[in-house]
């Protein structure tokens, strides 16, 4: 804070106050064309562009922890595991069950089976007593021919052969129908042992997924299970962070939730280089008075030396670059709002309050709208101890 020695004296003719005040205890500023543009310094951090999070699948108690907070770790690592007796019981009542239906299953299809090769050996037989029967049909026409047999017995061999022939054609079309009926229950034994063997492997699958594993390569940035500790389904485990990818996050006062969107530009200082960022997303939510944005890097290089949790010191552009007449911000805001100013003369003895419009502002610099000119001095340090006063002697 600046000290300033000051005395005053009444001016009857003006009705006004004059104030005698070294200059060396005051802040000048010369009112300036050039650039200017309104910016939001803003506070951000260094973060993963990509989160992965890890959670309880089916619950239970931790029995390990391999690993903490800030590891580095590969895809599938062990991270913790966890015992869940109740899943394990039903795993094993589900094998036995599956194991069961698939005994019974083989057990039909080898019944099927034997059936299919009793009906091929009935048509065996018969084909071969119709061709025994053939032959002494054969031999018992010369024989009636020859009147060494009576023809009743001629015809009982014919009718007996007759008889078998038909025998044998129906023991073929049930086979061909056993044999296509068996086929199609081959075939849903078989699609029905497949859907239990994939049941019992997801089963299985449920007591691997008891050790959590990462999802990604990269650092596990949280981790919350302790070893005793009881852990519901769908309960959040963890996170691991990409490291090859960052962007740069800040929380902005809500003031300015209108004035912030897509596409505005930003840039910070590293190594004495100013770095280029872009607003890539604004966040609707308001917490606490403030929302959050995202920015990306404007080129690639820009991120080789940052490190995670990095925090930055960025400008945040709310406006184009303008030409425009300005004056340094200064305590003196506090005082006046931007209505008046103490405009130094030109030789530098005096000061006098003078009316001004001033416009936008960013942390260095004043916008002038009217009331001043280029080259022209004021004071821009705090009027608190001065504030009435019309005019200023300088000392």
Sequence with gaps: MVMVTFTWSELSSAGGKTYNLEKSKLVLSTARQQTFSEFLPVRAVVEPEKTIFIDAIDGGRVEQVYLQEGALVEKEQPILKLSNTSLQLTVLARE?????????????????????????????????????????FARSRRLVEQKLISAQEFEEIKDELDYQKRYRETV??????????????????????????????????????????????????????????????GQRLGQVDLLNTFKVSARIDEFYVSRIAAGQSAAFIQDGREHRLIVSKVYPGIDNGTFKVDFSFATPESREQLR??????????????????????????????????????????????????????????????????????????????????DQIQLL
């Design 96 to 136: 036995a069950e599956v194991s069961e239906q698939i005994n019974n299953m083989r057990n039909t299809r080898l019944a099927l089976e034997q059936n299919q090769l009793s009906l091929k050996r009935d048509v065996i037989e018969l084909d071969f007593e119709v061709q025994r029967l053939q032959k002494r």
């Design 172 to 233: 073929r079309q049930s086979q061909e129908k056993e044999a296509l009926l068996q086929e199609q229950q081959l075939a849903q034994l078989s699609q029905s042992i497949k859907t239990l063997e994939n049941n019992l492997a997801i089963s299985q699958l449920s007591l691997d997924k008891l050790i959590i594993r990462a999802p990604v390569s990269g650092q596990l940035t949280f981790l919350d299970a302790q070893v005793g500790e009881s852990k519901r389904g």
């Design 308 to 389: 995670l949790g990095q925090s930055l010191q960025t400008k945040l552009n709310l406006s184009a670059s303008e030409n425009k007449l300005q004056i340094n911000n200064g305590a003196f805001m506090q005082t006046t709002g931007g209505n008046w100013i103490f405009v130094v003369s030109t030789d530098g003895s005096r000061a006098e309050k003078r009316q001004v419009r001033l416009g936008r502002r960013n942390p260095q610099s004043i916008e002038v709208l009217d009331g001043l000119a280029p080259g022209e001095s004021v004071i821009t340090s705090s009027y608190a101890s001065f504030a009435d006063a």
